[in-house]
């Protein structure tokens, strides 16, 4: 296996034994196995090893013997012990996404701080078909079919062309030593009882089913490969980048067949999974809206727009004098005096000083919010302007007003208040500009 490995390694990873690497070694059979390999075909690599505290004596038990292991090897060896049930509960995760968060978050930060290259972990040919049956059972799309990468990245897994049994019997072989996870032993979790129930009889009826499984996933993978290029030459077309997030001009989606599975490769990356609520989007009235946890997808007349979720709770802004900008929403308001009035624009007005009653107040608009558009005589409501100005939804919701007392001087980068512009009594005048 040791000659099968190094082939293997050598022709995906060609430079590895010019550089050091990270290697995740748990202390069970496929990390020590991992472990041993490496060594025996004299690349360098450190060790990293957690303790989750999750199994009490045995967790600790485990970090011994892996030090002691790396003793043995003369190999430098790095652990660290977390909290993981807290931080499940603080982060509101799962103890099983708690952990992987925490271990890899450590691994990261380790191979940054110490150079080192890659990042190896022991996943092997039976794990990638459990992950594709845990996939295939949560109605995955192609790219969940197509199991645990070789690579992602500064991590590489080259124990995947290999099955559980050919670990178990290289370990048996050269009289490995390992530690058996008390928790693989239940069933309670999907993943255990998948590995402990059901691929077993599937071996069973198929001897040879993971080394066809192992066909399948590259075929699976080239396919994916293959759609990945075409997206991303389409992409820009179907989904454009703007200021704010991305914009999905729907004249462009009428030109391909099959608009969902498109809505799915391509917003799949921003939380989305409502695929039928989405499709139906594309035709629904304007100001209609999906969410995700992290975004959110509104229907704005002939396209539909796709931002972050917004914050909405910002407190009121009292601007005290002109003499320092003013940051807000990722935007800088500037507020000078000057002699005299050049061409104004939406992001730059000139209004008179002595009409202004400072601490002047930047704030989001609010209903019933009224001002005097300049050029016009009387007054219209802020909502009303936003609506014929064919404002989306995503600005309205972050469209700011300046006000003097009660009154707004200006729909910030948008339309000045006719009754604070100067005019030929104006004596003394500030610019206001939007960056």
Known sequence: MIEQFNRHVAQLWPNIANSTSLLALSGGLDSVVLAHLWQSCQWPFEVAHCNFKLRGEESDADAVFVQSLCDLWGVCCHSAAFDTKAYAQQHKLSVQEAARHLRYDYFYGLSEARGLAFILTAHHSNDQFETFLINTLRGTGLKGLTGIPTQNGKIIRPLLPFSKEALTTYAKKHHLEWREDSSNQSSDYLRNALRLKVIPELVHLRPQLLEEFGTTINHLQDAQIMIEAYLKDIQPQ?????????????????????????????????????????????????????????????????????????????????????????????????????????????????????????????????????????????????????????VSLFDKSRQYVLCSDEQIVWVVGRRADERFVVNAETKHILKLTLS
Not at 264 to 278: A, C, K, R, T, V
Not at 287 to 310: F, I, N, W
């Open 238 to 390: 179907l989904l454009v980048k703007t200021p704010t997030g991305f914009k999905l001009p729907l004249e462009a989606w009428q030109q391909v067949d099959n608009p969902k599975t498109y809505l799915f490769y391509l917003l799949s990356p921003f939380g989305f999974h409502q695929w039928e609520d989405i499709l139906h989007l594309m035709t629904a009235q304007s100001g209609k809206m999906v969410r995700s946890d992290t975004y959110q997808l509104l229907k704005d007349r002939a396209c539909l727009l796709l931002e972050p979720k917004h914050d909405n709770s910002v407190s009121n802004i009292l601007i005290y004098n002109q003499l320092k900008p003013i940051e807000f929403a990722n935007k800088l308001l500037t507020i000078e005096a000057v002699e005299t009035q050049e061409l104004g624009s939406t992001a730059c007005i000139y209004v008179d000083a002595d009409l202004l009653n400072f601490p002047l107040t930047l704030r989001l608009w609010q209903a019933g919010d009224r001002f005097q558009p300049v050029g016009m005589t009387g007054t219209k409501k802020v909502s009303k302007y936003l609506k014929d100005e064919t």
